[in-house]
């Protein structure tokens, strides 16, 4: 496993931010955390070639391209060695439909996130790329009624009474809700 790498709090704010904001400009960014643009472009820099910001996603809405039905399959492997784990994670990636892919403990031996068109195309899915294949010994589909997004990546706090609102929490609580009438 990679060793974790020291952050201060200026780091864990730039990441936070960037977590919720990848296109946010340095100077922006700088300005946020109170540091100047130099400073803060050397520091992402730093966190870039450690290996803490792997790179940037752009997050796409599966139903509006046609793909509006999650699910996750419970994959199990038979025989469970390493020379299927290698062909068989390849031809998954692969597949168009796979969002996610997880090797797992347990009796399951991995997590599929796969996005379709529909329930036939989920049929078809697990029929012809997952149960006709030789080493799949059983498939389990349930399906995602809905996802949310959680908060930021951070370190775990070593100190549990650091404040929410810490520079290394995960930011304030969220303001009660309305309940006046409008």
Do not use: K
């Not at 200026?10 to 946010?24: F, G």
């Not at 752009?58 to 793909?67: Q, V």
């Not at 329930?119 to 149960?131: G, I, S």
């Amino acid at each position: 496993m990679p060793e974790s790498v020291a952050l201060d709090p200026v780091d864990l704010h730039i990441l936070r931010l960037l977590q919720n904001d990848a296109r946010m400009t340095y100077r922006d960014l700088a300005a946020e955390v109170g540091v100047a643009p130099s400073t803060c472009l050397d520091r992402v820099a730093r966190l870039r070639r450690a290996g803490v910001i792997l790179g940037h996603q752009l997050r796409l809405d599966p139903a509006r391209l046609g793909r509006g039905l999650e699910a996750l399959l419970l994959v199990q492997v038979r025989p469970h060695r390493r020379e299927l784990i290698g062909p068989f994670v390849e031809r998954i990636r692969a597949i168009p439909e796979s969002r996610a892919l997880f090797h797992l403990t347990g009796p399951d031996d991995y997590l599929v996130h796969v996005a379709v068109a529909g329930t036939a195309d989920l049929q078809r899915l697990v029929l012809d790329e997952f149960t006709s294949r030789r080493e799949v010994a059983r498939v389990e589909t349930r399906l995602i009624f809905q996802q949310w997004e959680c908060g930021p990546l951070l370190p775990p706090v070593e100190d549990a009474r650091i404040p929410a609102g810490d520079a290394r929490g995960r930011g304030a609580a969220p303001p009660p809700p309305d309940t006046s009438r409008r």
